[in-house]
């Protein structure tokens, strides 16, 4: 009887501690906070937008809006708290269904509604207010909403937060001579005076950071992408041969995407319109708004100057966005510490699309070359972060985009289908689709999902991939016996960090003579012997990872370096070139003045385009980067002359356009410049190459950076142009190549006022110039400031801005005093947010290895 009344109390006291629990208040906070998310998605269902915007063909009159937001909920024992980042004097009114006006509170980027205007069932609000501009993207003849991850708060009161999907139907009035997209069709039209006033359909289920639209002096061109469906495009290119080339090239690699995608999936598109706009310097390469996707304009359009890899590029950018509308828009993360999940099926989906193009081999190089050393550039830092990273609050979610999620998850991802076989692969992720549909889930939600599809315990496997930072690296030992191999031993260990295991596959080849012996290697312990070795006769050189499958820093074998260019694959020569680069870094097997040496050798002999191009930069990044400032000059006249050379005699006109591009990068030779300066003016290209309009605004900034007498190049290049996007650009960048130190320093300064920063993609041009290695006696002083400005930076600019300006700003300096400005600064600051802190450690790591490698 004791213990029966004791449990009964015991369980009275939980009830009553789990009820207080439940209605203890949500604290009001900045932001949308996880507690506020948790809150408002156990409480509130049925989210019905009616949107209304007043848009001013004048940029700088304020744009009126209204919202009226219903929703059912389940419990109106708490005050509602809707999400808005800007000043209470743009609130001009909030009411609740009929009626007019309602008291509220405003406090801490929330409107505050008292629970007695709340009832349990259906709610009705409604506000009246001033559009916030930031996130409008507002230009002087068009606009473009920009809400992801948590910017349509910016603009209008809302449920900022993923799930809490929700119906949208929009309202606009613009200038009568404007277009406009958004998420779903036009259902109307009504003149009004100067204006029209459009009223679209009500769209899909969509989280708050895909509802989108926008409006300007647009080209609209519709073409067929598939039986019964038509795409819609938007676009303000006004060069006639870009337009001819590109167009048609732009709706077939959309119809391409979505057949593929409709296929693997088993499931139809999944929205009810496509559609899609080119957006002058665009912040990033897409985004995937259902019926409305933003791309960067010069992604998409192409001229016959276009490179292999600039059109590989265009493809994989539209099948990354048309695989968003299946993973990420269909079923989209609950919370945005999984917006990863999103990322790593496009980019996994888009390669997918670019291996049934492309082929196995020739995917495979690319899927190399595109996301390892991309991958490597961070989790080789001392700023490495996982996969998955945890997040408190939505106004922090920017920080988790970078390299990672789009570069090092693919790799895992592709590891995992390689761990379960592409059947139960393909079977989990289907199931997962339709299980989630139109709703939310997280990463573990799926490997639930997936388990059923494994033997392996992918549990544990992704605690190492997924939750946790860093790579490992590779050592190995080889004994011989009589000529023949006796034990061939690969040992694995982290990078930085705690022990731990990568369970991985990959290859490794044995060269000889006149064979090469692969041998399969699942390395799923801390030391293997391989022993489909064992007995085999000794070779002329190994050469690890030859299928570009494994992840980490693998070994070199420097017999190699004599036949590194008579490999026959090119995706194990790509291979190769990745492995010496990043042994460099690691002060392994290279020294930088070595490795240029090695990789000039290949100038005339490497004939694959990506290859060529992934030398080239290597080249680039030692020679700027890893040889000493006073010591550049005795490597400048032979590389001029060997980079020149083989322009000359490889025969593919790309492969002479990835050299001439290197030669323009690193020239500063009298003779050089002259030759540059004749090129530009005469507007005569190199025998077989053809240089664009871009091209030529590109020489015209290089020559504007490294002349030393006063030039007007800049804008004669700006008079040859035409389309008033591009000249913009230019006028915007004139000063940061100024020969007057004053009018830079003015020009930086003016780079802490936020209005300056709003085109982010020329901002970080801008900084690449203003603090590249020939300026860098005068622009160091600009490195505090810099620092200083990163949390405002990410509290104001969109995702990607916080690494694309450090990357600008920290990635070419090689000295001690840059350096121990990165130091002081972050012992000034101990307690900085520490993701920020991560993304300084990762743009600052070839200056920290610099330290190493030459000082």
């Known amino acids: 009887m004791k213990l029966t009344y004791k449990l009964i109390l015991f369980a009275v006291a939980l009830t009553t501690a789990a009820h207080a629990q439940q209605t203890k208040p949500v604290a009001i906070v900045p932001g949308v906070s996880f507690e506020l998310a948790t809150y408002r998605a156990s409480v509130i269902s049925n989210v019905k937008y009616t949107m209304f915007f007043a848009i001013p063909e004048n940029r700088v009159d304020s744009i009126y809006g209204s919202m009226r937001v219903e929703f059912d909920l389940k419990d109106a024992g708490q005050p509602l708290q809707i999400d808005f980042k800007q000043p209470a004097t743009h609130i001009r009114f909030v009411g609740r269904g009929d009626d007019w006006g309602v ?158 995608l409709e296929k693997w999936t088993g499931i139809p598109f999944p929205f009810q319109k496509v559609g899609f706009v080119g957006i002058p310097d665009f912040q990033f390469g897409g985004m995937e708004h259902p019926g409305e996707v933003q791309y960067k304009s010069s992604a998409l359009f192409l001229d016959d100057g276009a490179t292999k890899d600039q059109l590989i590029s265009r493809a994989n950018v539209i099948s990354h966005e048309t695989a968003h509308m299946w993973f990420g828009d269909m079923v989209t993360m609950r919370w945005f510490n999984d917006v990863w999940m999103k990322e790593v099926f496009a980019n996994f989906m888009a390669d997918k699309v670019a291996e049934k193009l492309q082929g196995s081999e020739a995917f495979s190089q690319k899927f190399l070359q595109d996301h390892y050393p991309a991958a490597y550039g961070v989790d080789r830092t001392l700023g490495a972060n996982p996969i998955r990273q945890q997040l408190d609050n939505l106004q922090d979610a920017g920080s988790l985009y970078g390299n990672i999620i789009y570069h090092k998850a693919p790799i895992m991802m592709r590891q995992l289908e390689k761990l379960m076989g592409k059947d139960n692969f393909q079977k989990g992720i289907r199931e997962y689709l339709k299980t989630y549909a139109y709703s939310n889930a997280t990463w573990n939600d799926m490997i639930g999902i997936l388990s059923k599809y494994s033997k392996a315990d992918l549990y544990a496997w992704n605690k190492v991939w997924v939750n946790q930072p860093g790579r490992p690296v590779f050592d190995y030992a080889v004994k011989h016996a009589g000529g023949k191999i006796r034990d061939f031993s690969l040992t694995q260990h982290p990078e930085n960090g705690a022990p731990r295991i990568w369970p991985q596959v990959f290859t490794i080849k044995l060269h000889y003579a006149t064979y090469d012996k692969v041998l399969a290697v699942n390395m799923d312990k801390q030391k293997i012997s391989i022993a489909a070795a064992n007995g085999l006769p000794k070779p002329q050189y190994i050469l690890f990872n030859a299928d570009g499958m494994g992840y980490g820093l693998f070994p070199t074998d420097k017999s190699i370096d004599g036949e590194l260019f008579a490999i026959k694959s090119p995706l194990e020569r790509a291979s190769a070139y990745i492995i010496a680069y990043e042994n460099m870094l690691a002060s392994r097997s290279y020294k930088p003045g070595e490795l240029l040496a090695l990789l000039q050798k290949g100038l005339t002999i490497e004939k694959d385009e990506m290859n060529l191009r992934l030398i080239n930069g290597y080249i680039s990044s030692i020679y700027w980067g890893f040889i000493k400032t006073g010591d550049r000059p005795r490597y400048t006249a032979d590389l001029e002359q060997l980079l020149w050379t083989a322009m000359e005699q490889q025969t593919a006109p790309n492969n002479k356009k990835v050299l001439f591009k290197t030669y323009q990068d690193i020239y500063l030779s009298h003779a050089a410049q002259s030759r540059i300066y004749q090129i530009w003016k005469t507007q005569q290209a190199p025998a077989g190459i053809k240089l664009t309009e871009d091209d030529y605004t590109s020489l015209a900034l290089s020559i504007a950076l490294k002349t030393d007498t006063v030039t007007s190049v800049i804008k004669q290049q700006q008079d040859r142009i035409t389309n008033v996007d591009r000249k913009n650009r230019l006028s915007f960048l004139m000063p940061a190549l100024s020969l007057d130190v004053n009018e830079r320093d003015a020009f930086f300064a003016s780079l802490g006022d936020r209005k300056n920063r709003q085109k982010e993609a020329w901002v970080t041009v801008a900084l690449a110039y203003l603090n590249h290695p020939l300026r860098q006696s005068t622009s160091i002083k ?39 400005i990165v130091e002081d600064f972050l012992k000034a600051h101990p307690n900085y947010n520490p993701k920020l802190k991560d993304k300084i450690l990762q743009a600052a790591d070839n200056l920290y290895r610099a330290q190493r490698i030459i000082n």
């Open 103 to 260: 008291k509220y509170n405003f406090q801490d980027e929330h409107i505050i509604i008292d629970t007695k205007y709340l009832k349990p069932g259906h709610n009705q609000f409604s506000v009246q207010f001033i559009a916030g501009n930031e996130s409008l993207n507002r230009n002087d003849d068009f606009l473009y909403a920009l809400f992801v991850p948590d910017r349509a708060r910016t603009v209008f009161p809302c449920f900022d937060q993923p799930d809490l999907k929700a119906v949208f139907n929009l309202n606009l009035l613009v200038p009568k001579s404007w277009k406009v997209l958004a998420n779903a069709d036009i259902k109307s039209t009504e003149a009004r005076g100067q204006n029209i006033f459009y009223s679209f359909n009500k769209t899909d289920k969509l989280p708050t950071y895909l509802f989108s639209f926008t409006a300007g002096k647009y080209t609209d061109v519709k073409q067929p992408v598939g039986e019964g469906r038509t795409a819609e495009f938007l676009h303000r290119e006004t060069d006639p041969t870009k337009i001819k080339l590109s167009v048609d090239s732009i709706f077939k690699a959309h119809a391409d995407a979505i057949a593929f």
């Open 782 to 820: 600009y490195l505090p400031k810099s620092l200083d400005l990163v949390e405002e930076i990410q509290r104001t600019g969109d995702v990607f801005f916080p690494q694309s300006w450090l990357a600008a700003v920290l990635g070419s300096y090689q000295s001690k005093e840059a350096w121990q």
